[in-house]
């Protein structure tokens, strides 16, 4: 069965600090891979998705980047974070083509910038 | 106009109760439909999903898509205090979702 990998659960890290959230998936081979970001008592923002290594598709200008140097791990970086980068972050895969691409989502991590 | 629409509740009910969630759309491509259970603090959990129009059931759960009004549902059967989270419901023509904001249900024994 598939499993996918969030880490950390949780990160406090000052305003203007570098950041680093890694996503990892077993069972499955070339997922379509997502970030989201989710903010207190919102819906679901989409900020990346990947459709194989080194193809990054960005849906939201902001100061965050996507990368994904294996077929199963995607990462998401920051050089400098805002306080407005605080909230849940989500991973997720699907199947690729040719649908439906439902999305199973991971554990989730909690960015506080303080 | 968002692409999707869904009320975001909360929706209180006592256990077993029916409970029916709503989401209206408005691009017609989208064919695949989709609901996601949320509790609290943890990442969305896919309960089913549908293609095209029609109903489908899952043990209490029932998901039904009316295309011609772009309007789905699902029901809950026998509600149960562990029902109680945010549902959202998605949508696609491709390999990107379009989530609803989320309806928060609440059950009380």
């Known amino acids: 069965s598939q499993t996918i990998h969030q880490w950390p659960a949780t990160l406090v890290q000052p305003v203007g600090s570098p950041l680093s959230l890694e996503c990892t998936v077993e069972g499955t081979s070339n997922p379509n891979l997502y970030w989201y970001r989710q903010a207190a008592g919102r819906g679901l923002q989409l900020l990346f998705y990947?459709?194989?290594?080194?193809?990054i598709s960005s849906e939201v200008p902001q100061n965050l980047s996507a990368s994904r140097p294996q077929d199963r791990q995607f990462i998401l970086s920051s050089k400098k974070l805002l306080l407005s980068d605080s909230g849940f972050y989500l991973c997720?895969?699907?199947?690729?083509?040719?649908?439906?691409?439902?999305?199973?989502f991971g554990p989730g991590t909690r960015l506080t910038v303080t | 106009q968002k692409e999707v629409e869904q009320d975001p509740g909360p929706l209180s009910v006592p256990e077993g109760a029916i409970v029916s969630l709503n989401c209206t759309y408005s691009n017609s491509a989208f064919q695949y439909f989709m609901w996601y259970r949320q509790y609290s603090r943890k990442g969305p959990e896919l309960l089913m999903y549908?293609?095209?129009?029609g109903n489908k059931e899952d043990g209490r759960f029932t998901a039904q898509v009316d295309k011609s009004s772009k309007y789905i549902s699902l029901f809950i059967r026998d509600s149960q205090p562990s029902d109680s989270a945010t549902y959202l419901c998605?949508?696609?023509?491709?390999?990107?979702?379009?989530f609803g904001t989320g309806t928060r249900l609440q059950v009380f024994p």
């Open positions: 549908t293609y095209s129009s």
């Open positions: 998605a949508m696609t023509p491709t390999d990107k979702l379009i």
């Open positions: 997720a895969w699907s199947p690729s083509w040719p649908g439906p691409y439902e999305q199973y």
């Open positions: 990947s459709v194989g290594i080194g193809q």
